[in-house]
């Protein structure tokens, strides 16, 4: 049983009214704000189910936002999060699909990206799709995530590069479309690596993007 | 290393010859990997961001996004500025506060979850009211954070702590027993009088379901967090005075975990059941849905 701490219970400091609602939705927010990790000029987040329903009560909404613009859960101006953006173009819709977890969202990046990820409950989250690849990325760790052309090898060349430099892998998972066809990994990490280590991984031959994502505070 | 029971937290306090705290202080350490002074700076900003909270709560009036709540603690205050109420100044700080709190975290005011959001005003009220009045000082609140934070976690280990999973009795209840561990403690009690208090209070608060009006964090929850602030006094003045739960603290949690299997999923914040589907529910919710339009 992982060991948990005593701050699981008396945090997160956060600004209400909703842990999965809100604090929940500003982490999602947060992770595809590390996940792209470039400036976006357009953001559009698609609200599932209860996150749809009730979401606009518990500044679902709002949290979203803030999060991608990189407010953190306990920023007290997330309230207020509307009237000061302006330089991004917002705009959210909201669905009802079963087959979707109850708080759930898309957000689709510059038309480039759309991360999927759920608020589990407590604040806790799970990124569960990228540019339809399947991923399972709750924040805890850095990660790199990749999307290459499928060919044999892949894995060696980049786990090789990361234990050079004497990083410890925790998890490393791959995903493709089809054989040779459009894959992806995510790989994380005990300790966070260097650019230059990004570097490296982007000139492999195949390899069409790469991004360091950094773990949630 | 993991505490599992409360068993198990008792015979380690006598073992070691530790409070309940101090096993706190050293698991944290252990898992932070940081020293002792760390982990009470880390609770300390916890009980300063709980202050903050009601400061915040004492002066809004400020109402919640569905414009139902948000101005209730004012009625609280501007009654006892005149009318002593009939349990005292202690009481009336207690409720006081615990609606500041709730009424702060559904403005988007910044809170603490303790153990959640919607159960945000129970822990803070009890140990701020109880501190200012019997003039407890800081130390000692953070050891009372500590304790009610160890007991939550083991509590937490057992069942978790998400209306969804097993009604308000795992939130606001265990907010409730988590106060009156914190307050036993504060109170000077020992380790057995401490675990009683947070035996009696969630014995006595188990079935308590989940029905939020509409889905949102204001109907029932808000108000709920005073009662269940006194209910956690209450527990802690009966342990205090040596009243003993028949039932052990652990078959409570156990009990606790089974009844909120048995709960109706329509009893688990759902909003399809109880509360949230009263005739009145559900015109308030048809209001809010035309407006939201
Ligand atoms: S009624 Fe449900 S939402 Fe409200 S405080 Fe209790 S568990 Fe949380």
Known sequence: MEQKSIFSVISPIMVGPSSSHTAGAVRLGLMARNIYNAPFSKVKFVLYNSFATTGFGHGTDKGLLAGILGYQVDDSSIKNIFETVNNVDYSFSYIQDISRHPNSVDIIIDDKMTISGDSVGAGEIRINNINGFSTDINGSYDTLLLMYKDKPGMISTVSDIIQKQKVNIASLHCGRSSKGGQASMYIALDIPIGEDVVEKVKNIKDVYFVTNIRKLK | ?293
């Open chain 2, 1 to 293: 290393m993991t505490i599992l029971s409360f068993e198990e937290l008792i015979n380690k306090c006598n073992t070691e010859n530790k409070k309940i705290y101090e096993i706190a202080l050293e698991e944290e350490s252990f898992i932070q990997d940081e020293n002792f002074d760390v982990i009470k700076i880390k609770t300390l900003e916890t009980l300063l961001a709980m202050k903050e909270a009601v400061k915040n709560g004492l002066k809004s009036t400020e109402k919640s996004i569905s414009e139902w709540c948000g101005d209730d603690c004012e009625k609280l205050q501007k009654r006892y500025y005149t009318t002593a109420s009939i349990l005292g100044k202690t009481f009336e700080k207690i409720i006081t506060y615990a609606l500041a709190t709730a009424e702060e975290n559904l403005r988007m005011g910044r809170i603490v979850a303790c153990p959640t959001a919607g159960s945000c005003g129970i822990v803070p009220s009890v140990i701020i009211a109880v501190a200012e009045e019997k003039k407890i000082p800081e130390i000692e609140q953070i050891n009372g954070l500590m304790t009610a934070g160890l007991i939550g976690l083991i509590i937490s280990n057992k069942v978790q702590l998400a209306g969804a999973v097993a009604g308000c009795q795992a939130e606001c209840g265990v907010a409730s027993a988590m106060a009156a561990a914190a307050l036993t403690q504060m109170l000077g009690g020992n380790i057995l009088e401490i675990l009683q208090a947070t035996a009696l209070a969630l014995k006595n608060i188990l079935g308590l379901t989940c029905d939020p009006v509409c889905g949102l964090v204001e109907v029932p929850c808000i108000k709920r967090n005073a009662f269940l602030a006194i209910h956690a006094v209450t527990a802690s003045e009966l342990a205090l005075c040596g009243v003993e739960s028949k039932i052990p603290l652990d078959e409570i949690v156990d009990t606790l975990k089974i009844t909120g299997q048995l709960m109706s999923p329509l009893l688990k914040e759902t909003s399809q059941g109880g509360l949230a589907k009263t005739k009145t529910a559900i015109e308030l919710e048809k209001k809010l849905f035309n407006n939201k339009q």
